[in-house]
């Protein structure tokens, strides 16, 4: 007699309203908790972009190696007279919320509504997605922008699926694997008919074509953008993607980790991503991999994870590029062991549910205090506020040599960015630019460069040569002599 398999949660009538009240819920938090919040490195530089872009160079500055994307998006608030730090921010949120909602709403036609609305449960009390959810960061955008391309490759809408994998490079860059995601895929599909071959080639096309026109911008964009007698043609139009790679190199030793750092960190902030082994079994026992829509996923995750996992440049919430599709797989795995142990005749239904939900509760308790703690840790609000005050208030004239994005926020001046240097073209910016002011924090050096700390020193007496106009435990302000 053939019993008819009901998935854990899939009998509750009103789990798209608890899905809207738990993302609505989220929402909500995110407003009440970012603007205490300490500005990062990548927020302020994407906010200084944004200026640079819409006043054509007149404010702020540009980092060659960032996609143009999200600063354009950012700038545009602030070409509207908009504060782009809390703006930006509450656009991060709503980003992160439509993430959320895509997620659970697609991983449901996928897989099914218990699934997805234990990988959204999951992510949320994650202190690495929780934290960065409100930041202006390119991740969590690049990946709704993935989401919604294979939402249309699994709708065989291949041009809007090559549309939006083009959208998510361009916001950031190493989601450019999203198209070999859907091109491993399709060729999959290519082996197993070879009576569509000429179909299946055509949908390649019809994916690849958008994509490499999305290239083909960010090389106009790079060759009108980085005019410089120094830079040859090939340099020229691949300016962002060769600075990325030398700066990711000459940052490296400030976020170093092994192989395995990202999955030690994650199942240490959240235990229940352990549930990724089982359901990774789950997804073979059930033969998934057959199916063109969930063979996406599993590409997703082991690629997007094993290009993080071997880059020398390792920070935690960069892994939130494959926590995403790895939360998927927990939610698999909750779903398999529950409907193995329900199937159990000596197992009171009652008993395996009330045993469940106590373990969840549990393991729980981790990630909450972790983000808890976090965001404490992270509330920093007024650590440094004199000094960005004093910016605000006193209208610094011309141009600014900084060893920090961060004031970039707070004033609109032009300015020579003084950091991912070597000590001799540092050296060369702070002799040759016309600028009227130093904003300096600090210079650090890589451990193995032996002449840096010399060199230091020799860039520390220029510097000091100028007026000391104002001076916090973080920052000094000098004026020209």
Request: a positive charge; proline letters at 4%; one cysteine or more.
């Amino acid at each position: 007699m053939n019993i008819k398999k009901k998935d854990f949660l899939n009998n509750f009538k009103e789990t798209k309203i608890l899905i809207l009240v738990i993302i609505f819920a989220f929402f909500v938090f995110q407003l009440l908790i970012f603007k205490g919040q300490k500005i990062y490195w990548d927020e302020a530089v994407y906010i200084a972009m944004g200026k640079y872009f819409y006043s054509l160079g007149r404010n702020a500055f540009i980092e060659p190696f960032r996609p143009p994307l999200l600063s354009l998006i950012n700038g545009f608030l602030w070409k509207l007279s908009f504060d782009p730090l809390i703006m930006g921010r509450i656009l991060s949120i709503v980003i992160s919320s439509l993430f959320l909602f895509y997620l659970y709403f697609f991983g449901a036609k996928v897989f099914n509504k218990a699934i997805s609305l234990i990988a959204v449960i999951v992510l949320i009390i994650t202190p690495v997605f929780f934290i960065n959810s409100f930041r202006i960061f390119t991740t969590l955008p690049a990946l709704l922008l993935v989401f919604i391309s294979f939402y249309f490759f699994n709708k065989e809408r291949y041009f809007f699926a090559g549309v939006f994998c083009g959208l998510a490079f361009l916001t950031r860059f190493p989601f450019a694997l999203s198209i070999l995601v859907l091109t491993i895929v399709l060729f999959i599909e290519i082996i197993k008919d070879k009576t569509k071959f000429n179909d299946n080639l055509l949908n390649l096309l019809k994916i690849w074509i958008p994509f490499i026109s999305s290239v083909v911008v960010l090389c106009l964009y790079s060759y009108f953008m980085f005019e410089s007698e120094d830079l040859v043609f090939f340099q020229r139009i691949f300016m962002p993607l060769l600075g990325g790679i030398y700066t990711s190199n000459i940052t490296s030793f400030f976020h170093t980790g092994g192989f395995l750092y990202y999955f030690k960190n994650i199942f240490l902030q959240n235990p229940l991503f352990w549930f990724s082994l089982p359901g990774l079994y789950f997804f073979f026992r059930r033969k998934y991999y057959k199916n063109k829509e969930k063979l996406v996923f599993l590409f997703a995750f082991l690629i997007f994870a094993l290009y993080f996992s071997i880059s020398s440049h390792k920070e935690i919430r960069y892994g939130l590029a494959f926590f995403s599709f790895m939360a998927l797989f927990v939610g698999l795995g909750v779903d398999g062991i529950f409907n193995i142990l329900k199937r159990q005749k000596w197992l009171n239904k009652y008993v395996l549910s009330a045993s469940l939900i106590l373990i969840f509760i549990i393991i729980l308790i981790i990630p909450f205090s972790s983000t808890h703690n976090l965001v404490k840790l992270l509330n920093t609000s007024g650590k440094d506020e004199d000094f960005y005050s004093f910016l605000k208030e006193n209208n610094l004239n011309g141009s600014v040599i900084t060893t920090t994005p961060f004031p970039s926020v707070f004033i609109d001046n032009k300015m020579y960015i003084a950091y991912y240097y070597s000590m001799p073209r540092l050296k060369d910016i702070l002799e040759e630019k016309d600028y009227n002011y130093i904003i300096f924090s600090s210079i650090e050096c890589n451990p193995v460069d032996e002449k840096c700390p010399e060199q230091r020193e020799k860039i520390l007496e220029i510097i000091r040569s100028n007026k000391l106009i104002y001076k916090t435990e973080t920052y000094k302000l000098y004026k020209r002599n």
